[in-house]
């Protein structure tokens, strides 16, 4: 073999060599959002819509809840909002937790953290200067 002959397959092997060893970027996975699910629910006074991500066993999940006065469609402001969680179809008290005022008024923030799945009720409590309400609302299910 002649040297310009050499040359060429050094040329040839050096090129298959790197594009061997080349490796195309790594693609970093991207974690989707948590789906948001809602819910809106009324009593003769309130209306309650409210968002929260997909309950799972010891695991907090963030409620966010949208207060209406009925009365005259004004957001219910400066209320004490308590959420009370009970295993679905019996009167047994897993947790409670107070919700904090949000920014804008008439919404409030609760965190929930349910020990384990299964099937849940929860009653949303509902007091300020002008209602005293409770609104029982069923069927969450914590995976």
Do not use: W
């Not at 991207?30 to 997909?54: C, D, G, H, Q, S």
């Not at 008439?106 to 929860?122: F, H, M, N, Q, T």
């Amino acid at each position: 073999m002649n040297a310009s002959r050499r040359s060429q397959c050094a040329g040839i092997l050096i090129s298959a060599v790197l594009l061997c060893t080349c490796s195309k970027p790594a693609v970093v996975p991207v974690e989707a959002e948590p789906e948001t699910l809602f819910r809106t629910e009324f009593t003769k006074r309130i209306e309650n819509y409210f968002e929260y991500e997909p309950l799972k066993a010891d695991q907090p999940s963030q409620f966010l809840i949208h207060l209406t006065d009925l009365v005259d469609g004004s957001p219910v402001e400066k209320a004490e909002v308590s959420l009370t969680v009970r295993s679905h179809g019996a009167n047994q008290l897993i947790l409670e937790s107070a919700a904090r005022t949000g920014k804008v008024p008439g919404i409030y923030v609760a965190e929930l953290k349910i020990p384990a799945a299964g099937r849940y009720d929860i009653e949303f409590r509902i007091r300020n200067d002008k209602l005293d309400e409770r609104l029982p609302v069923s069927n969450f299910e914590v995976q």
